[in-house]
């Protein structure tokens, strides 16, 4: 093994690409380190074209693009850094899925023995060491994403780019790909994974990258970047007793906008607040201070969802 | 929300960074390219079933060679009878330009079945994205595709044709023999040039087609049409449509090399001797031409389709 890279695994800078008078992408500056990232934005939005940028299929029109430290379209010796699955479902249809990796995999220039061993451990580590000898043709469309995610590791690069990699996958394949995705990213890889399934995308990382009309919207830990939208309050449902009592008591501190009782519901009392952090602390302590508890405290405005909603429909 | 939404001056970046994979003693991509283009093609029946047929072909001129030589060692009766061994069974040099001729035929069939998906069934298959993800240049892609397409000439005339060479060499009477050592380079040059020929006109049909069953049958159909079509403009008068053909042209080349002349038994094997180019420079150029093109219209399919 040659030394590690040290610096970005993935920066780009200033980048721009057009495809004729559509532009796709508009100086994006991102810079993304070791982990899981989740790249977020609508169709069209310009995702795929930043993979392949980093991928070094593209050129930018403007800006630069590099690879653990170099351009990876005019260096293509550093792409043997990086493992790509790409979104499309189409293979060699002929071939079994153990044939189609290990044929990928010697592209990396490995010898057979080497190609064939690296190939049996990336197929056993999505879970396809029993189903490899199927040809393609006869593969459930979650064991095809099994393999696309094999050809992409099984060189065990230090970046791997997922395009939607849990498309098609059943419910046990998908929390197994979820999963194996941290691993990825728990062991120092830099994993960006490019997702429509924002809790997926949640349940794998907190670290997202948001791209709307080839912008770059926003970028950073969920959380954080949720309390950066201070014109944007938080509801926050709590499940309470005497809710009308505490929803009077709640008004007088600063940091509750409104409240309102919701009449049967399983959580009577929505607050809004500009500062979840405080509220979170000091309402239960009232309740407390009120002789009663609070039983639920849930913000339907806090989780990757909502973050998404208010970053895509703000122009 | 800040103007800048990216914040990423507080990260450790150096944390947890895995190596770069080990580059070590690295077999060049092109092998892997053409592995997998032939793993592909030899998963086919079709293929089995024509390279059998070269097979038979190398087998038909062998046993003829084989023949022809044990006449000339043994067979002075027959030309004491009054019709000289050539005459009769021809020689090296006419069974070595006989299959040339008829292997270039048969080994146009086999890239058409082995080499027709080269290109568009990569294309089918979204491989273009897989592949070029990869430490592989454009280059290094074409060498592929050309070496595998190249392999299969190179199996079923360039190495048949020393086969029979050294067949020759080892059966032939001793004063016949020191003829024979010199043969080896104009065969050798005929089998080269089919090679080349096919390889590359087949990677290019292959580059601009959508199916490799479309590629390969409008392959060998197209060999087939041009070559009745150039006949019947040439016995019309017009000569230079000759050098429109390959194979004809390959004929011509060929004839030049080999010098044969045919014998009964020739006529009987490939019939009539058919009419040839005037120009055995033009034939050259022609053929150059042939594959010249094959390969433009690859690299700019695949220049158009791959950036970088």
């Known amino acids: ?315 | 929300m800040s103007d800048t939404p990216f914040e990423g001056g507080d990260r450790v970046f150096e944390v947890g960074y895995r190596p770069m994979p080990d580059r070590g003693k690295r077999q060049p991509p092109a092998v892997a390219i053409a592995r997998t283009m032939l793993t592909l093609a030899w998963r086919q029946r079709a293929t089995k079933i024509v390279l059998l047929v070269c097979l038979g072909v190398l087998a038909g001129h062998g046993v003829w060679l084989v023949g022809q030589l044990l006449f000339e060692r043994f067979g002075a009766e027959v030309g004491a009878a009054g019709m000289p061994v050539g005459e009769l069974v021809g020689s090296a040099r006419e069974v070595l330009a006989n299959f040339l001729r008829v292997q270039f035929f048969t080994t146009a069939i086999a890239v058409a079945v082995i080499a027709g998906g080269a290109i568009a069934e990569d294309r089918a298959a979204g491989a273009f994205d897989l592949y070029f993800a990869r430490p592989l240049t454009r280059a290094d892609y074409a060498w592929g595709k050309l070496g595998g397409a190249g392999l299969v000439p190179f199996v079923t005339i360039l190495l048949p044709v020393v086969l029979l060479w050294l067949t020759a060499i080892g059966i032939a009477p001793p004063a016949l023999r020191s003829e024979l050592w010199w043969l080896a380079v104009p065969a050798l040059g005929g089998g080269i040039l089919s090679v080349l020929v096919l390889a590359t006109t087949i990677i290019g049909l292959s580059a601009v087609g959508q199916k490799a069953r479309t590629v390969s049958i409008a392959y060998v159909a197209g060999l087939l049409v041009l070559s009745g079509i150039v006949e019947g403009l040439t016995n019309g008068g017009f000569a230079l449509a000759g050098y429109i053909a390959p194979e004809r042209s390959l004929h011509t080349v060929i004839d030049w090399l080999l010098a044969p002349e045919q014998s009964m038994l020739g006529s009987q094997v490939s019939g009539r001797y058919r009419p040839i180019n005037h120009s055995v420079f033009g034939s050259l150029v022609a053929l150059l031409g042939w594959a010249g093109a094959g390969f433009g219209l690859f690299w700019w399919r695949l220049r158009s389709e791959v950036v970088g």
């Open chain 1, 1 to 315: 093994m040659s030394a590690p890279h040290k610096g970005p695994m993935l920066e780009a800078h200033g980048v721009s690409k057009m495809y004729g008078q559509v532009r796709a992408l508009n100086e994006i500056d991102l810079v993304i380190g070791p982990g899981v990232t989740g790249l977020l934005g609508p169709n069209g939005s310009g995702k795929s074209t930043l993979l392949k940028l980093f991928a070094g299929q593209l050129l930018p029109d403007t800006g630069h693009v590099k690879l653990l430290g170099a351009d990876p379209f005019h260096e293509p010796r550093v792409l043997r850094g990086l493992g790509l699955c790409p979104e499309q479902d189409k293979f060699y249809e002929d071939m079994s899925g153990h044939d189609f990796v290990g044929a990928l995999t010697r592209l990396h220039g490995l010898p057979k023995d080497e190609a064939e061993q690296k190939t049996y451990a990336a197929m056993k580590r999505v879970g396809m060491e029993r189903y490899g000898f199927k040809k393609m043709r006869e593969m459930s469309r979650g064991m095809r994403q099994r393999t696309k995610i094999a050809q992409a590791i099984a060189h065990d690069p230090p970046v791997v780019l997922l395009d939607e990699p849990l498309t098609g996958a059943d419910p046990v394949a998908r929390a197994d790909l979820i999963a194996l995705i941290r691993s990825l990213g728990e062991e120092g890889r830099c994993v960006v994974v490019s997702s429509h399934v924002l809790h997926e995308v949640e349940a794998m990382t907190h670290d997202v990258v948001f791209i709307r009309y080839g912008r770059l919207r926003a970028h950073g830990d969920i959380l954080r970047l949720r309390t950066l939208l201070d014109d944007r309050p938080y509801r926050i449902l709590l499940d309470v007793d005497r809710p009308r009592a505490v929803a009077a008591r709640l008004m007088g501190l600063p940091f509750v906008q409104a409240a309102q009782v919701l009449e049967g519901d399983a959580h009577p009392l929505e607050i809004t607040t500009t500062d979840l952090d405080t509220a979170g602390r000091e309402i239960p302590q009232v309740v407390s201070e009120m002789g009663g508890v609070v039983r639920g405290f849930t913000s339907p405005d806090a989780d990757l969802e909502s973050l998404y909603r208010y970053l895509i429909s703000r122009r």
